[in-house]
């Protein structure tokens, strides 16, 4: 099934239309059904932290969205249309790009190598390079140093400029902070807010509320394959400390 190309305009300031929209959806895993009944919007130009303990559906929600998991109820929207059965490298071509759990970086490839993986959306790899080394200084002194033996934040900025050389509209990050140092993940993620900032949208799965609420447009907390609560950053923080994580 091939989709039409995302139309970012927005006809109303006012009240945009959401960029990406589930609505009741559920997916499963063979006979396992995880998602059951997914209701979640991204407006352009916003983040929206998806928060939630292990188990709760955060990276299958991901994979709905980046079409390598079918929707089985429900519809998957992209500005306004449904993309249900639309394939992953379909959507990528509409502008949807994923940043999995673990950066999904090729370890044994260079960083000038890593780079070079995303010419394939058109971008030179001159410009590719160019920019990610504006963007991320360190990166530049270690092109030619294999991916593998990075530090991890390094290796998370060498995923986003991959994931960035492939000129996304909508970001899909999912656990950023893993394996991080926390200053380093306070690093990564005000650069995800610069790059809302530069007008991506972006969805962020998160078990570390803390690191992500203070860049976050709106909220949403998963818990047993459903959004049981969406909102307020600070308010979901404080139902979040209070409720979930005893005080
Ligand atoms: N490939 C799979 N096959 C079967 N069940 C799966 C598979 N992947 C995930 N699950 C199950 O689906 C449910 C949701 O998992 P998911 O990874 O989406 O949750 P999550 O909120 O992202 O948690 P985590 O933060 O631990 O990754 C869990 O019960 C998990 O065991």
Redesign the pocket.
Known sequence: MTAPAIDTSNPSAAHPEPLLELVGVRAA??P?E?LRGVDLALYPGTVVALL????????????VCSGIMPVSAGEFRLAGRCVNGVDASELARLGICTIP?GRGVFANLTVRENLWVATGTGASLKDLEAAAYERFPILGKRRHQIAGSMSGGEQQMLALSRALGTAPTVLLL??LSMGLAPRVVTEMYDIVGQLVEEGLSILV?E?FARAVLPIATSAAL?LQ?RVVRSGDPQEIDRELSTSYLGG
Do not use: R, S
């Open positions: 895993y063979g396992i995880v939630g303990p292990n188990g709760g559906g955060k990276t299958t929600t991901l994979k759990e999912d656990e799965a078990q998963m394959g």
